[in-house]
């Protein structure tokens, strides 16, 4: 390894021929002779983790404030990429706003086109790292559409409607792969009941990636999550009815190419409990990891749960994520770093009766938890979502946080 004191003597610059593999122990040997010739020998070792657990997050100012008082279900998402990309998008009543981060600010993109009223956007990025957003639009009292539009500067494209036509539409998702594919899924009412679709973007017109994926045809299936492989191939997680006993089971199916493949049975902690609002990643080999919020009749409050796939089943993740499994914990969100290896995000409701946004990091077989990320003291704090910045992968957690005597405001901040 090349090595180079500084003029004074004081500072020794290592240069490494190559990149190291993490985990990985380093050790520095030196035998030197200072100017009077005695010889100065000293070793040196430090042991490299494969994490970093965060320390602490800063607010990525400024602040943006939110007109709207009333919300509907999680209005605001967040996404990121290695190249220091990052966009939000949001709901401020009736309009649907987005934002890119500039090198300290934030800059407001020109607002789509769109019908009224709007819920449940997403966000993804192009490789260019320009936005493409989706959302469900009512086009009727009884009907929403989903939509997608991409940001070609100066303007949006429009990549028009998803669904079928004539159909009920709601809870988009949406990713992008590497060579620029996009990809949603989405909620569909057929008349007899909901099921979970996908579909891709072929240039021209979205053309379906298999059929539904529902396990029971005859049930609803609800609130998909989409997550892409290394290789642009889809793997979706989402929450389904089950007749016999009124539970949601959440399920994950991924897409070989040829038909969608189910990974396991039902990820559910408590086999007979309601578990919702599904959040999945892949790690960087393509090992997916899932989060959910299940209702336990223990604790008599809602946890979030983690499982991982082992290549034959889903394994636990220790118990509950939370610290306090008294505290109501739902929207969990997920993420999956190679420094920051796995954050988790949730909205949880404590027993002092405060909205708080929760963040925890599996580190050394546990969980790490920092304090309540709320910006404003005794302020209530909703809807997380979470994504990662950078070459070092930091999480980024977005969330709507309001005070009665101060209004509204979307949050930003990021770990370090």
Known sequence: IPTVFSCEGEKLTLQLLEPLT?????????????????????????????????????????????????????????????????????????????????????????????????????????????????????????????????????????LGRVNTSGFDAAAPSIAVSATGEIFVAWLEYDGQSQNVSVKRWNGSSWEPVGESLDINFAQNAAFPDLFLDSQGRPYVAWREDRAEDFAWTIYVKRWDGFSWQQLGEGLNYNAYERADMPSIALNEHDQPYVVWSEYDPTSHSNNIYLKVWDGSSWQALGDAVEEDVSERSIYPTIALGKYHELSVSWWGYTLEKQEVIRFAQWSNDAWQYQAALNEKENAQAF?????????????????????????????IKQAY
Request: charged share 20%; net charge negative.
């Open 22 to 158: 993490l985990p990985s122990n380093l050790k520095l040997e030196l035998a030197v002779k200072d100017l009077a010739g005695n010889e100065l020998r000293e070793t040196w070792v430090w042991t490299l983790s494969r994490t970093y657990p965060a320390k602490g997050f800063r607010l990525l100012e400024p602040t943006t404030p939110v007109a709207a008082w009333d919300m509907t279900e999680r209005p605001v998402r967040i996404v990121a990429d290695q190249a220091d990309h990052m966009a939000v998008v949001w709901l401020d009543d009736t309009q649907l706003k987005v934002q890119v981060r500039t090198e300290a600010d934030w800059l407001l993109l020109p607002e789509p086109s769109h019908k009224t009223p709007i819920f449940r956007p997403a966000i993804a990025l192009m490789p260019s790292g320009k936005p493409v957003i989706a959302w469900q639009e009512a086009t009727s009292s009884s009907q929403a559409d989903i939509r997608v539009m991409v940001w070609n500067d100066p303007v949006w494209s429009d």
């Open 383 to 411: 809807y997380p979502s979470m994504s990662l910045s950078g070459i070092g992968q930091s999480p980024v957690i977005a969330w709507l946080e309001r005070k009665p005597d101060e209004g509204s405001a979307i949050i």
